[in-house]
T-cell receptor, first 114, second 112 residues
Framework: ETGVTQSPTHLIKTRGQQVTLRCSSQ?????VSWYQQALGQGPQFIFQ???????GRGNFPPRFSGLQFPNYSSELNVNALELDDSALYLC?????????????FGAGSRLTVL | QKEVEQDPGPLSVPEGAIVSLNCTYS??????FMWYRQYSRKGPELLMY????GNKEDGRFTAQVDKSSKYISLFIRDSQPSDSATYLC????????????FGKGTKLTVNP
């Protein structure tokens, strides 16, 4: 167990719908980041949250948004789903006792958009 | 040109072989280099972390960084079937950032 828990593990949506993915961490770190991993690709940085504020964003449109809560759990919201949004969505936080670049990932939420 | 290039393989070796995995990159600002291992249906887990150039060894794993050539490598000695996974290189230019740039990953199979 990595200490980073994501839910749901799998879900299927149709084009145009909205989805919310959730992440919680046992580590209590005040940063969380989200990544998108398409099939056969490496993870791509979506954004990072620090103390409930977005603190860095990758090349993703505004329909990808997030929230971080006072207990450091987090949500990723995607509106107006497109077929290309089908991917594994990974939540990550800093590993215990390590630097900011050393991330611990959850197992991910696999989203299929039909 | 992508920021990080990694041959996706697949790579298949017999048990006990030495495995060499590598990535090239274009952004000279990268200073932090990592290798992650990802088993099927799991998230990536950190294997090796290196700052700047040089070598780092941990058990059967050795990571090398050559910043002058913008080239990083991971060597696995005495490979085991349990090493079968996808190996992802990742790098960052900021010490305080969680933004990592990943390669595509190399799928490795170690045959008993």
């Amino acid at each position: 167990e990595t200490g980073v828990t994501q839910s749901p593990t799998h879900l299927i949506k149709t084009r145009g719908q909205q989805v919310t993915l959730r992440c919680s961490s046992q580590s209590g770190h005040n940063t969380v980041s989200w990544y998108q991993q398409a099939l056969g690709q490496g993870p791509q940085f979506i954004f990072q949250y620090y103390r409930e504020e977005e603190n860095g964003r990758g090349n993703f449109p505004p329909r990808f948004s997030g929230l971080q809560f006072p207990n450091y759990s987090s949500e990723l919201n995607v509106n107006a789903l497109e077929l290309d949004d089908s991917a594994l969505y990974l939540c990550a936080t800093q590993g215990r006792g390590s630097g900011a670049n050393v991330l611990t990932f959850g197992a991910g939420s696999r989203l299929t958009v039909l | 040109q992508k920021e990080v290039e990694q041959d996706p393989g697949p790579l298949s070796v017999p048990e006990g072989a030495i495995v060499s995995l590598n990535c090239t990159y274009s952004n000279s600002a990268f200073q932090y280099f990592m290798w992650y291992r990802q088993y099927s249906r799991k998230g990536p887990e950190l294997l090796m972390y290196t700052y700047s150039s040089g070598n780092k060894e941990d058990g059967r794993f050795t990571a090398q960084v050559d910043k002058s050539s913008k080239y990083i490598s991971l060597f696995i000695r005495d490979s085991q079937p349990s090493d079968s996974a996808t190996y992802l290189c990742a790098m960052s230019d900021q010490g305080g950032s969680e933004k990592l740039v990943f390669g595509k990953g190399t799928k490795l199979t170690v045959n008993p």
